[in-house]
């Protein structure tokens, strides 16, 4: 079975410096992989997706993720942090072999002033 | 842009009624499911549904749970008898394909007193 672990609970980073938020999968073989955003009492909206086509992947509001096979990572990155990225995080794989989507445990960012 | 709408957006309900969360689907995607966050949790599957029968459940979609497709349109998710460690965020989704990207509604936040 596919699992997805998010290295970090919790990021804060300044206003305006760079976003990282870990993800890493594991897997026989190359998944198709997405990055979700959670604002505070909203759902989830798809920020990125990944799907073999390309290995750096563009998403909405400025986010980027790179596909690496060799360390099994999907880390996703903003060159400048907004105050409006603050939320939550979730890598997410399909399951391999099963209907389901696999979460990672998520990274709540946090966007100081 | 289509999205999967949920309603209701709030629920209290008394410990041991019986509460129905209604989905609409995308309406050109055939795979959908229910998931739940329970407050300060990570996201947890709970049911798969295609070709109008369970594809897969996990282990808390024990019997109080059932899930509908009535009319071709609605996804509903019924808890039969509440319990208290039901209150959490219930999210619908669906997909085109299987291992596609998700599309997940708003979220029914679900408070059982």
């Known amino acids: 079975a596919q699992s997805v672990t998010q290295l970090d609970s919790h990021v804060s980073v300044s206003e305006g410096t760079p976003v990282l938020l870990r993800c890493n999968y594991s897997?026989?073989?190359?998944?198709?992989l997405f990055w979700y955003v959670q604002h505070p009492n909203k759902g989830l909206q798809l920020l990125l997706k990944?799907?073999?086509?390309?290995?750096l992947v563009k998403g909405i509001n400025g986010f980027e993720a790179e596909f690496k096979k060799s360390e099994t990572s999907f880390h996703l990155t903003k060159p400048s942090a907004h105050m409006s990225d603050a939320a939550e995080y979730f890598c997410?794989?399909?399951?391999?072999?099963?209907?389901?989507?696999?979460f990672g445990t998520g990274t709540r960012l946090k966007v100081l002033a | 842009e289509p999205e999967v709408t949920q309603t209701p957006s709030h629920q209290v309900t008394q410990m041991g009624q019986e509460v129905i969360l209604r989905c609409v689907p995308i309406?050109?995607?055939?795979?959908f499911y229910w998931y739940r966050q329970i407050l300060g949790q990570k996201v947890e599957f709970l049911v798969s549904f295609y070709n109008n029968e369970i594809s897969e459940k996990s282990e808390i979609f024990d019997d109080q749970f059932s899930v509908e497709r009535p009319d071709g349109s609605n996804f509903t998710l019924k808890i039969r008898s509440t319990k208290l460690e039901d209150s959490a965020m219930y999210f619908c989704?669906?997909?085109?394909?299987?291992?596609?990207?998700?599309?997940f509604g708003q979220g029914t936040r679900l408070t059982v007193v």
């Open positions: 990944y799907t073999s086509a390309a290995t």
């Open positions: 989704a669906s997909t085109v394909q299987r291992g596609t990207e998700a599309f």
């Open positions: 897997s026989s073989y190359s998944p198709s």
């Open positions: 309406s050109n995607h055939l795979y």
């Open positions: 997410v794989a399909p399951d391999s072999g099963t209907y389901k989507y696999i």
